[in-house]
């Protein structure tokens, strides 16, 4: 190898940001290389996480027992979203973890559905999503892995206590040097590259590598170039954070009301059940936070927006460090999580790889920029009208999204850019949940003569429903895994 | 909604790329009150010699129920693991991108990397030791992949060379069983609807005139309907890619037909070579700046194998595509929407592409600027992704001394190929994309095949022993060697499957 390798990297920071990338790293370093992390008191986890079924597949990386983690963590499944609140007041609708219908005769389901209903009852469209009926009703199963079964359409994320999953972490982590500290100073070589992060007690962290996992990108905002872009269309720049008490049947869904001031999301944990308010400082202060949590909450503040670079010389941005983003995605540690697995296929030498830098943060942006998308259009759609509702909408949308809602109202066509973490499935129950109803239907759902159509959704709807119905309920599945 | 739906489409030009498109829309439309119409003249001649394709085609057939064996014997088609690169990256040479991945990751970390490392460490073995179609291509075997996902013999796909023209007959055939309806003739007039610039309907030199609520213009280079009507403007890419002419001769078999197809580089070009059933084709791809017609018509026919079955064919073209390859009621496809040289055998693609895009976006009659615009980013974007990977070819050569190569080698290319290059350079990562046809295998072949080497592998690469290393990679290469060494030679495999009566096979 002509390049020096990567020997020695630091993690400064540490909570779930910092844990999963040094979990990951410490797979993949050479043996003789150090893995050190330095845990900040700021960046100690809080609440919650929302995740996705992807989160799970890391899980398998790191050899991580699911069933395990779930008793430590408090951790329930999740088969999906519910909003309530954000168009028609009484309206709500699920986004769940398997694909609506089936597309049939080779044009996407969605077609289908939105033909039949200009012929009368087709239902929602969640009706057709087996995680999404089983959502509602409480109830959950794994997939199934035999194709033929409508079971396999099923996919799950976890709902879990982000201190207990670090905990989890921590203990699995193996090569990983931790130790407690803030810190008091980074020092910059000429390049601009940090030289070396000194803690209070005098002692000098030295690396080929820094990870910041601080809360406030301590690290990476000493380097040059590593501004960072506000995201305007997003109102909500704190979050207020409670448990309360666990109801006797939890669903398996996150949960995200719209309300006056912003939305409140209830994450369901064994035990009780992670209450989050995310509302705009400027017009409800802290305390009426409080007030709508029952008076309790510990309050988080929040800066929607990305780095410009999240890898910047020698230091890389992970977690709220690199991107923050209102948490109403459902999607929890998923730029942590591909963050850590890009700079794993991109790792670096010891003396840097701008190029792979350049790489990185190209991939990271375009990630960061479409699930921001997301979040942006759930308050685009939303027909609220009270202040930060008002105010978000103000905002343009970025073109990506403006060109996406676009041709999603024209014909249903789901634009797909470079790094969705969301693809067609979701996007399409994300528009017609929020209200978007294209204008026309793919003209090649009208082969199926429409007698036909309404018999196949009718039984597949049928199908869905009855499978749903079979399942034991959520809490019964998190009992068989105790 | 009803009342806004397309009743009729025009097709205007047969050739490959018309009657692929009224096969595909014949099939794909059946059960819609939608008459499809192709009109084209015997006189105007089609540019199809003998086309390469990708695997893709077979998707295509597949869709349409084409029979394989059926398809093979009416075409005089042979099969296809690659294409041979000779003389691209030194004089001398020679590397085959094959259809299929080289290897498979070990430890989560993709093949070229340990291989990398390997030769660091002084393993002399060639990447291509590790391709099981590289390695049956230049044994000159051939049988379809195994669907045994743990078999070595389902690392790869294959595509098809054929004779275009037999293949545009046979698409002709399966289109008129389907209802649509050829008219033969010359278009004279095309007129546009005042209100809005629509096509409104053609004149054909007998007076007969056709209207129709969609037109496809496959009427070739010239574009008919979507520049001489509609003035869709045309991006011209020849700063990139300053070949504009071809010399194209089909000669006899001599030699076992080969399972891909060759392409040459030569003095102002290259020369591709294609071996079907029943003849090769042969052609010239030169930059007219660098050669005259007749030296490059001369070096071709002293570079074939056979006796020339005619004279030299000479087309010209300009690489690039329409601005908009969908304007207003109009559809391009084939070679009116754009051209780009067959170096990777991307011209029927392109036209698969574009009609699968058609039918994802299938408008009303009003044609909305939505899905006008839609098509058009999609088709952009596969032009693109493909123009780089050309480029590639031509720019990462060491063909030092001759003009129009050192021109290749020093001019600029485009910004998103030096992007990519560097990338691949600093440490052997192939940048990817969600859209664009070529993925990292080819990428791979190319880069490594003409000696663009990373400065580094993945580092990650070393958490896999040497020992492990060394030993993983001699079980593939003898996995490749065995499972290559019981296939049937080419030729024994197309007259067991799908010989055409009277083929040299």
Known sequence: MSRPPLNSVAVLGGGVAGWMTACALARVLPGDGTLRLVE???????????TLPALRTFHGLLGLDEAALMRTARGTFKLGARYSGWTDPGHDHVEGFSDAGAGFDGVAFHHHWLRARQRGDAGRYEDYSLAAV???????????????????TLSYGLHLNAAAYVATLRATAGRVEARAGEIADVVLAADGRIAAVVLPDGERIVADLFIDATPDGRLIGATQDAGWIDEPALPCDRLALREVAPRAAPPPLTEFEAIAEGWLRRVPLRGGDAVTLAYAGGLTSDDEARDILGGEATIVPLRNGRRRQVWS???????????????????????????????????????????????????????????????????????????????????????????????FESRGRVVLYDEETFVEGAWVGAFLGHGITPRRHDRLAD??????????????????????QAMPPHADALKDRA | MTDRAVRNILIVGGGTAGWMTAAALSAKLAGLPIA????????????????????HIRHFNAALGLDEADFMRK?????????????????????????????????????????????????????????????????????PPSSDLRSVASTYNYAYQFDAGLYAAYLRAYAEARGVVRTEGKVADVALRGADGFIEAITMENGERIEADLFIDCSGFRGLLIEQALKAGYEDWTRWLPCDRAAAVPCETVEASTPYTRCTADEAGWRWRIPLQHRVGNGYVYSSAHISDDDAAAALLAGLEGKAQADPRFLRFVAGHRRKQWSRNCVAVGLASGFLEPLESTSIHLIQVAITTLLELFPDRDCAQADQDEYNRVMTLEFERIRDFLVLHYHANQRVGSPFWDD???????????YKMDLFRDRGVVVKYKDGFFLEPSWLAVYLGQNVVPRMYDPVSDSVPDAALAQRLKAIRESVADTVRAMPTHDEWIARFCAASGAAA
């Open chain 1, 447 to 468: 082969r199926i003569p429409p007698a036909q159509a309404d018999a196949a959704l009718a039984r597949l709807r049928g199908m869905i429903r009855q499978a749903a």
């Open chain 1, 40 to 50: 900040t008191a700021a960046s100690a986890p809080r609440g919650a996480l929302s």
């Open chain 1, 313 to 407: 010389g020698n230091c890389v941005a992970v977690g709220p460090a690199a991107s923050q983003l209102e948490p109403l995605n459902g999607d929890d540690a998923q730029a942590i999580q591909s963050g850590v697995g890009r700079l794993i296929a991109l790792l670096p030498a010891a003396d840097g790889s701008p190029l792979a830098a350049m790489e990185y943060n190209r991939l990271m942006a375009e990630e960061q920029d479409r699930a921001r998308d997301l979040a942006v259009f759930r308050y685009a759609a939303a027909t609220r009208t009270d202040p930060p509702w008002i105010q978000a909408r103000r905002a343009a949308p970025s073109p990506a999204l403006a060109y996406k809602q676009a041709q």
């Open chain 2, 75 to 143: 075409t005089q088609a042979t099969y296809k693991l690659g294409i041979e690169f000779r003389g691209w990256g030194k004089p001398g040479d020679s590397y085959i991108h094959p259809f299929g991945a080289y290897g498979a990751a070990i430890g989560g970390v993709g093949f070229h990397h340990h291989w990398l490392r390997a030769r660091q460490g002084g393993d002399p073995t060639p990447l291509e030791a590790y391709s099981l179609p590289v390695m049956a291509a230049r044994q000159n075997r051939f049988a």
């Open chain 2, 36 to 55: 499809l119409r192709l009109v084209e003249s015997a006189e105007i001649g089609t540019v199809g010699v003998g086309e390469a394709t990708v695997p």
């Open chain 1, 134 to 152: 089983a959502g509602r009703l409480g109830r959950f199963t794994p997939p199934s892995e035999d194709p033929r079964s409508v079971l396999s």
């Open chain 2, 408 to 418: 290749r080698r020093n001019l600029p290319i485009p910004d998103s190929l030096a």
